[in-house]
């Protein structure tokens, strides 16, 4: 059954990787993918599946239903760009200015529509199958804004699942852990009010500057002495922004940046510290503080059970060998976490190799998420809906 699988897969490579391409040279950013899912939405109708379109804005659901009643589960692929320049100059470089495929969801979508074409065709399961195409997973919400309009109660499901490329890991390996895989992410803001003066009279001023400067060394602070040692946790000061003259002392300097956790307990003693750290040091400089703080995706937490489950599918498509069970998770963060919050499930990572698959007329950099020269790796698109295939079965056993 699974040579069969992968050989029906295989034979459809170079349509997908057709279908791959043409939404990489063709990129959408969060919450304007019309016409990716507009591409996704009609070929699923013409596999004969029920599609439901414009959830969460531009969010995609089809549903295969199986032979007999039983259980529903979801597999989610995302669809969205970044805005950033592509430095590729193959025939498939993005045709959009300033908007680049670099994170593989052109891919993750594609591996999506294949598995759902041949679960369409075959149909040898129990229940349904709900694929879900998500918009606006780079910083939008796109997984929160479909749960909001309605995901989970318009497509009842049992669990959800998803996926997504991982450059490093070698091609046909899978990665995955019980427990947090990716980390939450949270924003902060923060306005230091001092008082300007002449760059040459500084005790007629309070200086903002120095004050940034103290607490931007103050926060770490937070991760080596407040913070138990053995819990992850990263505050990076992404932004200062300060000043206009080499000779003027300014009023105001502003702090930005963004602090990632495993743990809602470490958030909360973070952000807690941090908001002391900004209105006291402030205030022994002499500023004030605003301190604004706003949490943005949670961890990502794999359930245990459906961890189990899709350990045991990996394991059956590639080998104990080439699933690596207890990967350390990335703080990096990924909001197919909203569905993990409302539904049981498990989100794996796909080797998308070193960059041995770049051809001529890739850019010079690394093949890395979100580097101007990445590209999805095509010889994943039959692995990864093998993968989707065969959790889906799995999932819904047919007796
Ligand atoms: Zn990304
Ligand atoms: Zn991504």
Not at 129 to 141: N, S
């Amino acid at each position: 059954m699974k040579q069969a699988l992968l050989d029906t897969l295989g034979h459809w490579l170079p349509d997908m990787t057709d279908i791959r391409r043409s939404i990489h040279a063709w990129p959408e950013l969060a919450f304007q993918e019309v016409r990716t899912a507009d591409t996704v939405a009609r070929l699923l109708e013409s596999w004969g599946i029920a599609v439901h379109r414009g959830l969460g804005t531009t969010g995609v659901v089809g549903s295969i239903v199986g032979r007999g009643p039983g259980r529903a589960v979801g597999l989610r692929a995302d669809m969205d760009a970044l805005p950033m320049p592509e430095a590729n100059t193959f025939a498939h470089a993005s045709q959009n200015p300033g908007v680049m495929h670099a994170c593989g969801h052109d891919g993750h979508t594609t591996m999506l529509l294949a598995a759902a074409r041949y679960l369409a065709e075959q149909r040898d399961f129990n229940g349904t199958v709900h694929v879900l195409f998500q918009p606006a997973e780079e910083g939008g919400g796109g997984a929160r804004r479909m749960i909001e309009d309605g995901l989970f109660t318009q497509f009842p499901m049992d669990a959800v699942f998803g996926m997504h490329n991982w450059p490093g890991l070698p091609v046909g390996t899978f990665g995955l852990t019980e427990g947090p895989i990716m980390a939450s992410s949270n924003r902060f803001n923060i306005t230091l009010q001092g008082k300007g003066a002449h760059g040459a009279m500084p005790h007629l001023g309070v200086d903002p500057v120095v004050a940034a400067a103290q607490l931007t060394l103050a926060f770490q602070t937070i991760l080596t002495r407040n913070k138990d040692p053995l819990d992850a946790g990263v505050i990076s000061v992404t932004q200062i922004h300060t000043g206009s003259a080499d000779n003027v002392i300014p009023d105001q300097a502003v702090l930005r940046g963004t602090v990632r956790t495993l743990d809602d307990a470490v958030l909360d003693l973070i952000e807690a510290r941090m908001r002391a750290l900004s209105t006291q040091l402030a205030a022994a400089m002499g500023c004030t503080a605003d301190f604004h703080f706003s949490r943005e995706y949670p961890a990502t937490l794999n359930h245990p059970a459906e961890t189990a489950l899709c350990t045991e599918v990996l394991t059956g498509l590639v080998g104990t060998e080439h699933v690596q069970t207890a990967v350390r998770p990335s703080m990096g963060a990924e909001d197919f976490a909203f569905m993990l919050q409302q539904r049981p499930g498990c989100y794996v990572w796909i080797g998308n190799g070193t960059g041995d698959h770049r051809t001529p007329g890739h850019g010079a950099g690394p093949c890395t998420l979100h580097n101007s020269s990445y590209d999805f790796n095509d010889a994943l698109i039959p692995l990864g809906a093998a993968y989707w295939v065969l959790l889906a079965q799995r999932a819904l056993q047919a007796d």
